[in-house]
C-alpha cells in the first residue's frame, strides 16, 4: 500500500476518474435542456382550453376521453402537490384554476389535475418520472473503473520499472557479495539503469578481487623473510630459538589461511556432487590421527549429497570441527535432513562465545580471547573461510550457545538434485 507502484496507480486512477466527472457535470451544464418556462406555459394553456371547453360543455370529457374525478387527495402510495409554476402561468392569463400534480412512484406514472368546476376535477396525463437503468449505470462505472484501474496500473508499472530493477539486483545478490548481471533490454530508461547497475557490479568486483589478490601476494611474498628468519633462528641459544620458532610457525599459519582464504574468493571451481556421511568420516578420522577428541560418528546416517567443490567443502568442514575439538574440548557431530536440506551440526563442550562477540565470529582473525593465541593454535581465519565456502554452496551457517554450555554450529547445505 506504501509503495511507489500503488501510488501512482492511485493517483492516475483518481486523476482519470475525476477528469471523467468533471466533464459529464461540464456536459449536463452545458448541453441544452428542456426549456421549463416554455413546459409550463405549455401546459397552462392546455389547462386554460380544457378547462373552457368542459365549463361549456361538461359532456365533452366523455367525447375528449378526459377523467373527471373528485379532488385528489394524498394517500400512501400516491404524492400530491401544487404546480407553482402552472399556476403561476395560469394567473398571468387570468385564469384561477387550482393545478396539482399527482403521482404514483410505484408505477412512475404522474397526471395534473385541474379543477373545472367546484368538486369536480380534470386529470390529464403528464410527463412521468425519467426511466432510471440502474443496473445499466452501475455496469458502466465497474466497466470504467476497471478500465481505469488496468491503464492507471500499466502505467506505473512502467514508470516504476528502473526502481524494480534496482530491487530485484539488490534481492539477487551472488555468493560473492555482488549483485547478478541486470539484462539490458526495455525502454530506454531501463537499459540505461541496467547498464549502470552492471558497470557498478564490475568496478565493484573488480577492486575486490585486486585487493584480495594483493593480500595473497603480501602472504605469499612474507614467507621468504620468515625462511631466512627460520633459519637465523637456529643459531640462537636453545631457549630463544623455541620462542622465535613458535612466532614463525603462528606468522606461516597465518600467511597461509589468508593465501586460502583469497583463493576461495576469487577462484571459484566448479561444484559436483559430494556425499556427505563418507566426507564426515574422512574429516573425523583424519582429526582423531592427529589428537582431536572428536565423539564416534553414528554408524547409519542419511545418505545426503549436496553439489559443492569437495576439497573446499572438506577444508570448511574440517575447520569447524577443528574448532570444536581444539576450543571446546570434543566435538559432536550428526547429520540429519531437515526441510530438503542436509543439516549438520557441530557441537561442543567448550566455554562457548559471548553472546555480544557471536556476529563477529566469522570475521577474519577474529578471537575471543586474543591472548589464548599463545595457547592454542589458529590464526583466525577458520571459520571466515568455512563461512566462504557455504556461502558459494548455496548454504548458511548459524552459531548458538548451547542452553547446557558449548557453542553449536549447524551448517546447512542445499541437496542435489537428481
Sequence with gaps: MKSLRFRLALLLVGSILGVVVLAALISLLTLDRPDRDSFRTTFAEEVRI?????????????????????????????????????????????????????????????????????????????????????????????????????????????MTRPLVILDEAVSNVGPDGLPAHVPEDGPAEVRATASALNRLTARVRAAVESRMRLVAAAGHDLRTPMTRMRLRAEFLPDDERETWLKDLEELDRIADSAIRLVREEVEPQAAEPVALPGLLAEIARELTEIGRDIEPLAQKMPALTVMARPLALKRALRNLIDNAAVHGGKAHVTLRQSDGEAEIRIEDDGPGIPEDMLERAF??????????????PGAGLGMAIAKEIVDQAGGMIRIANRPGGGLEQVIVLPLATA
Design 50 to 158: 380544457v378547462t373552457a371547453v368542459l365549463r361549456e360543455d361538461p359532456s365533452a370529457a366523455e367525447r375528449l376521453g378526459i377523467t373527471i374525478g373528485r379532488m385528489p387527495v394524498r394517500e400512501a402510495d400516491v404524492f400530491v402537490h401544487d404546480s407553482r409554476g402552472i399556476n403561476e402561468a395560469l394567473a398571468q392569463r387570468g385564469v384561477e384554476t387550482k393545478v396539482r400534480i399527482v403521482g404514483d412512484p410505484a408505477s412512475r406514472t404522474r397526471q395534473i389535475a385541474f379543477e373545472i368546476t367546484p368538486g369536480r376535477w380534470a386529470y390529464l396525463p403528464y410527463p412521468g418520472f425519467p426511466p432510471r437503468n440502474l443496473l445499466g449505470f452501475l455496469i458502466y462505472l465497474t466497466v470504467l473503473a476497471i478500465g481505469v484501474a488496468a491503464v492507471s496500473i500499466f502505467a506505473a508499472t512502467k
Design 363 to 376: 570475521e577474519p582473525f577474529f578471537r575471543v580471547d586474543p591472548g589464548r593465541r599463545k595457547l592454542k
